[in-house]
């Protein structure tokens, strides 16, 4: 099949990257975004959802549509939501068999974005390790391995770092059926999967700490419990539950036209 005269192949990779008020390093991160499309050399699709963004985000996306140099779907939510339930809605939305997630403001070199990509297969699951990451200040380490504790405690599972970017199979992310929608979203989902059966290697990566992370505040700290608390559900019920898409999420197809708003089904 073709479209737009090109032949339409079968995507191996769908990444979903996070946009809110990225304007300053979106472009960065798309730009290493091509380069781990190149060195890839599989079809790979790369989803973008800007979070309703009060800076110019949408107008750096909109060059690199333009641009045409990667297989990118952007879309703009008409109100903030969060990355968490952004990341479950990019799934629904992907085509690809395997999904991950690249943070807009991404600091992960491009040899650990390949790493992860190279092991896929090996498992269901591919989780780079990041606790050895540079930069990390002492008490940031410490507050990063009381929550891979706390989640372990929870979840019964030995896994060394949830929130990681992490590799997965894009339908065992949709058939989840996980609404989350605060900061331990990957690790309820891993959480899940792995309780479910769902195999998974580990990878320990270098990476960079971003300086100006937000993510040590109080409503963090209350998701996280809140995390912990569903963690344990899933690993006492597991529940199973459909993913709806949302009616706020708005394609922008070219940079003159801003599509119309869709539903998932069509």
């Not at 939510?77 to 991404?106: E, I």
Request: glycine share 10%; proline share 4%; with cysteine.
């Amino acid at each position: 099949m073709t479209t737009g005269g090109r032949e339409r192949r079968e995507i191996v990779n769908s990444l979903f990257v996070s946009c809110y008020n990225e304007e300053r390093v979106i472009g960065r991160t798309l730009d290493k975004v091509k380069a781990m499309v190149a060195a890839l050399g599989e079809p790979t699709e790369v989803i973008v959802i800007d979070d309703a963004s009060q800076d110019g985000s949408v107008a750096v996306l909109e060059r690199y549509l333009a641009e045409g140099a990667l297989d990118l779907r952007v879309f703009r939510n008409r109100r903030n939501v969060g990355l968490a339930r952004n990341f479950f809605w990019a799934a629904k939305l992907a085509r690809g068999r395997y999904f991950r997630l690249v943070w807009g403001g991404d600091v992960t070199p491009l040899a650990s974005h390949l790493a992860i990509h190279a092991a896929a297969g090996r498992a269901d699951i591919v989780i780079p390790d990041y606790s050895g990451a540079a930069g990390s200040t002492l008490f940031r380490r410490a507050l990063s391995r009381l929550f891979v504790a706390l989640c372990n405690g929870a979840s019964g599972l030995n896994v060394r770092y949830y929130n990681g970017g992490a590799l997965f199979r894009r339908e065992d992310v949709v058939d989840a059926g996980i609404r989350a929608s605060g900061f331990g979203f990957q690790a309820e989902l891993i959480a899940a999967l792995l309780t479910a059966g769902r195999r998974y290697v580990e990878l320990p990566l270098p990476a960079v700490r971003d300086p100006v992370s937000s993510s040590v505040n109080w409503r963090n700290a209350l998701s996280v419990v809140h995390t912990l608390a569903k963690i344990i559900a899933w690993r006492l019920l597991r529940p199973t539950r459909t993913l709806d898409m949302p009616r706020i999420c708005e394609e922008v197809n070219d940079p003159t036209d801003r599509g119309k708003p869709r539903d998932g089904q069509g």
